[in-house]
T-cell receptor
Framework: AQKITQTQPGMFVQEKEAVTLDCTYD???????LFWYKQPSSGEMIFLIY??????QNATEGRYSLNFQKARKSANLVISASQLGDSAMYFC??????????????FGKGTHLIIQP | DGGITQSPKYLFRKEGQNVTLSCEQN?????MYWYRQDPGQGLRLIYY???????QKGDIAEGYSVSREKKESFPLTVTSAQKNPTAFYLC?????????????FGDGTRLSIL
């Protein structure tokens, strides 16, 4: 079974600062994918970034980057130059790759990020 | 616009009643999923379907049932056997062919007990 741990229930960050959201995972499988989602107070889940277990470079998508340390089983999300609109819940999730990409995701409990002006 | 439509947005259930949550997608995706989210918690997988007329139990399937008669539709029934159904329910889909594909989510249904 897979497990995702997010140790920061809540974080307060000043606008324009960079922020790192922690995520550690546990799996015995060698082939897996890691995802980060943002959930605003309205409830929808917004995909941010993906990292595959065999990817040699850290993933980046605009202001989002993923600090992937495979040996430590960590996949931290870094948001550069934070904005007020970044205030939301952030979830780390994992998919073990068995027969393709149709398996369900295992989610962490999330981090509530609040950006202060 | 392509996307996932969940209805209703809010739903109330009486004791002993079954209720069905609708999920429709026009993304032509093969795989569809149902998740449950409790307050302040992450999402937990209830059921998923990789192809029409086939589905698998997730981590918390007890008290729920699903069907997949059409590619675009994956309704979830919350049965009277589910003793704590109050939660936020999210439906998702993805093509399923490649592991790096993110799941696309609907806007969710909030279910409460009367």
């Amino acid at each position: 079974a897979q497990k995702i741990t997010q140790t920061q229930p809540g974080m307060f960050v000043q606008e324009k600062e960079a922020v790192t959201l922690d995520c550690t995972y546990d799996t015995s499988d060698q082939s897996y994918g890691l995802f980060w989602y943002k959930q605003p107070s309205s409830g929808e889940m917004i995909f941010l970034i993906y990292q595959g277990s065999y990817d040699e470079q850290n993933a980046t998508e605009g202001r989002y980057s993923l600090n992937f340390q495979k040996a430590r089983k960590s996949a931290n999300l870094v948001i550069s130059a934070s904005q007020l609109g970044d205030s939301a819940m952030y979830f780390c999730a994992m998919r073990v790759i068995t027969g393709g990409g149709a398996d369900g995701l295992t989610f962490g409990k999330g981090t509530h990020l609040i950006i202060q002006p | 616009d392509g996307g996932i439509t969940q209805s209703p947005k809010y739903l109330f259930r009486k004791e002993g009643q079954n209720v069905t949550l609708s999920c429709e997608q026009n993304l032509n995706h093969d795989a569809m999923y149902w998740y449950r989210q409790d307050p302040g918690q992450g999402l937990r997988l209830i059921y998923y379907s990789q192809i029409v007329n086939d589905f698998q139990k997730g981590d918390i399937a007890e008290g729920y049932s699903v069907s997949r008669e059409k590619k675009e539709s994956f309704p979830l029934t919350v049965t009277s056997a589910q003793k704590n159904p109050t939660a936020f329910y999210l439906c998702a889909s993805n093509e399923g062919a490649y592991s790096n594909q993110p799941q696309h989510f609907g806007d969710g249904t909030r279910l409460s007990i009367l």
